[in-house]
């Protein structure tokens, strides 16, 4: 099949989040399959590429990943040259409704441009929303584009695209759209859910994750539509790339290990101590904490138990940007337990990666978590996560038991404070009986999350 690939940020051009590293390595997988793919993904100022040819007389850069993958590369000065991705400091930039709608149009027309037949779009998060809008509305007199097939993918449900009605004149799109079973939500317009009803077919990024979005609780205002589609929401897990998550080739881990000899992490630990100004003591165990600072990712919960935390014998690393809030309330920890908190509060891929590595514990209690790409990350680098049973989560970590030698993390089961420090205290305890940590951490070697299961499901849907 030809199947094009629309998303907003792929590995290794752009990456702010998990949906990169999917877009990525993805295609990859169906790519191996016998599938032909294209990628298209629009391109910023500061998306990174080795190889660039300027494509006819627009914007357009060609890339290549995999054996065969083209990565078209949108430009356009106004929209994708400045410095941030989605927005800066001051929140979201206010034109990204124009955007990323220029973005959608120009990747319909440079498919057109291109004349190469194509099966099915596939469609991910609201950037890309406006796709299955247009093919099914606007497009579907044009013969190039009646029979294509859209998927869309839900990456994360808590981002929509809502903008106010005033800039529906932006979208380039009849009027009658703007109701009830269209772009309509609340009196403003709503990108996501416009996409959810027109295109052929949705899924999202874990089992667990389309069961819960269809509930109220986490269904963000668009449950109902979710509920409403016939063939309903197919959950399908993520992979992981294991080739760029390796810890013995890992080019950002100083001191390279594997499942088979780990004896090195204690010297990454070491070094990432040093690195975040904590002292470097061997015994004391590492929690790490890789994410965006928001409270999705369970800042809320991690800040509010710290004092109770830090009772114990324990060191804490957090690496990450975001909310302003969570900035400052971080430093203020760091500074009443200057022996215990190491930060790096920063988006960086080299302090990702050491953490990964360097600590004995990941932390990531989310409030909801679609599939989340760290628990598995951590895994497979020999660190031990510690997880709010939900989305992904819930898909992919099991709890610790002991006395049946069973599961490869620590879960909690309510999203309250004392469901966490419960767990993390277990944890704490578990690092002290060394013969029962070390199996533990054979068990996280040994778990395994590749895309090719998960491409021959996405293969099922396009062949639906
Ligand atoms: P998200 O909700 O942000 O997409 P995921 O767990 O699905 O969360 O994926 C996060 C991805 O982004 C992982 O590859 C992780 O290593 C990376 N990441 C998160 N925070 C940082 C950071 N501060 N620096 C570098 N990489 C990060």
Redesign the pocket.
Known sequence: MRIVFCSSEVVPFT?T???A?VAGSLPQALEKLGHELIIITPYYKTAKFSEVKKYSLNEVAVSKIGKNIKVYLLGNEKCFGRDGIYGDKNGDYSDNLQRFSFYCYELLKLLKRLESPVDVIHCHDWHTALIPVILKNEYQKDPFFRNIKSVFTIH?LAYQGVFPKEQYVHLGLDPELFHIDGFEFYDQINVMKAGLIFADRVTTVSPQYAMEIQHREFGCGLDGVLRNRPEGVAGILNGLDYDLWNPQTDPLVEFPYSAKDWSNKAKNKASLQKAVGLPQRPDVPLFGF???LCHQKGLDILIESLDELMEHNIQLVF???GGERYHRLLEACAQKYPEKIGLFL????E??RRTYAGSDFFMMPSVYEP????QM?SLCYGTIPIVHRTGGLADTITAYDPFRSTGNGFVFFQYTKEGFVFCFEQAVRAYNDKAQFKALIERAFACRFTWDKSALEYEKIYKE
């Open positions: 990456k989040g998990g949906l590293d994360n890789v994410g965006r690496v990450g940007s920063k988006f960086g891929e302090m990702a599939c989340g790409l760290g990350i």
